[in-house]
């Protein structure tokens, strides 16, 4: 009980500071008025996210920061404000759109609300490599769902990797579908998450990332999913003993603007943040790639219990989870799906 209480007091306490430093409070605006070409006063991008700093998302916004200042001589100042500090996943999209932060990089399928398409990063077993889901968000298919974004005052610059997810639980090794029958997940968002568990017998609930450790640590769920570096940087093995590596679905970000601070952005400096965003996408992935790997390995060394699934036990999933294409493919749209599934 000290820790938990310890842990929401440190949030609690961490929040009012970012909120007092990032100046929220004051009328919402698309921010374009902070600072501008002419006053000499630097433009400010204020950049909010939920991971560490130390996750793939939280150094590649500290490496866009660091090459956007260089790039416009200072002209633009980048504030990251990480670990769900600022806003979590509820708040965020609603403070890029109300303009109270000008970037964000939820994982896709947060944005359900907006385009029930981006869930096809939940349909389980959906794509075939990470090449296939580099290829299908650099290709016409994730731009067609980044552009979806438009009418809703958001422009999606850029898809940042994260991983594959995987399994933990606090209850029993995960092999086979039926091992799932009564335990309770938490999801990210959305219904093609709760159906998933359902087709395997277990309940799911919704819970920002940031209260997740938390949730784990009570009891209100028994397990989660989530890519190897999340789980790791999370510190869930502390909260979970068992670890199935099933690689079922993806978690990857797209990095968000919003539209009107934007487009309203000088040419010459709008240019050189896209320079230093294709410089920090560049990076994140690569970074991403490596560092969910060498999680994997802190795992074990964590002491989590790892069980990989095998050929025959992703058969028996896959059939299992049939049930959500019945349900979804509909929802998310046969171009996507087929698209997604076509590549390697
Ligand atoms: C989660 O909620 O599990 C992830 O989307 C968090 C993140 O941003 O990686």
Redesign the pocket.
């Known amino acids: 009980m000290r820790a938990i209480g310890k842990r929401l007091w440190m949030a609690t306490l961490a929040a009012v500071l970012a909120l007092a430093a990032a100046g929220c409070g004051s009328p919402a605006s698309n921010g374009a008025g902070q600072g501008d070409a002419n006053s000499g006063e630097p433009i400010v991008i204020k950049f909010s996210?939920?991971?560490t700093p130390d996750s793939p998302?939280g150094q590649a916004a500290e490496k866009f920061k660091e090459l956007a200042e260089q790039k416009t001589n200072g002209r633009v100042k980048v504030e990251v404000f990480p670990s769900g500090q600022l806003y979590g996943?509820k708040e965020e999209l609603e403070a890029l759109q109300a303009g109270n932060v000008q970037m964000i990089a939820?994982?896709v399928t947060?944005l359900v609300g907006l385009n029930p398409a981006f869930q096809i990063v939940d349909m389980p077993f959906l794509f075939n490599s990470r090449e296939a889901v580099l290829k299908f968000w650099d290709g016409e298919l994730g731009q067609k769902l980044m552009k979806s974004l438009e009418p809703h005052g958001i422009l999606g610059l850029a898809m940042w990797e994260?991983g594959f997810k995987q399994f933990t639980n606090s209850k029993r090794p995960l092999k086979r579908p039926e091992d799932f029958k009564g335990l309770k997940f938490r999801t990210?968002a959305g219904k093609v998450l709760e159906a998933q568990f359902k087709a395997l017998g277990a309940g799911a609930a919704t819970i920002p990332?940031n209260e997740?450790y938390v949730a784990l640590q009570q009891g209100t769920v028994d397990g989660q999913e989530?890519t190897f570096n999340?789980i790791d940087t999370q510190r869930y093995a502390e909260v979970q003993k068992y670890l199935t590596v099933s690689n079922h679905g993806r978690?990857d970000?797209v990095v968000l603007v919003n539209k009107s601070f934007w487009e309203g952005l000088p040419e010459d400096i709008r240019k050189a943040l896209e320079e230093a965003l294709k410089e920090a996408t560049e990076f994140e992935r690569q970074l991403a790639y490596e560092l969910d790997q060498k999680s994997f390995e802190n795992l074990k060394k964590a002491g989590m219990e790892v069980y990989e699934l095998t050929e025959e036990d992703k058969e028996a999933f896959r059939k299992a989870l049939e049930p959500v294409y019945a349900e979804f493919a509909d929802v998310i749209g046969k171009e996507f799906i087929d698209g997604a599934r076509a590549l390697k």
Do not use: E, G, R, W
């Open positions: 996210h939920v991971t998302k996943d939820p994982s947060k994260n990210q990332f997740t989530n999340n978690l970000y």
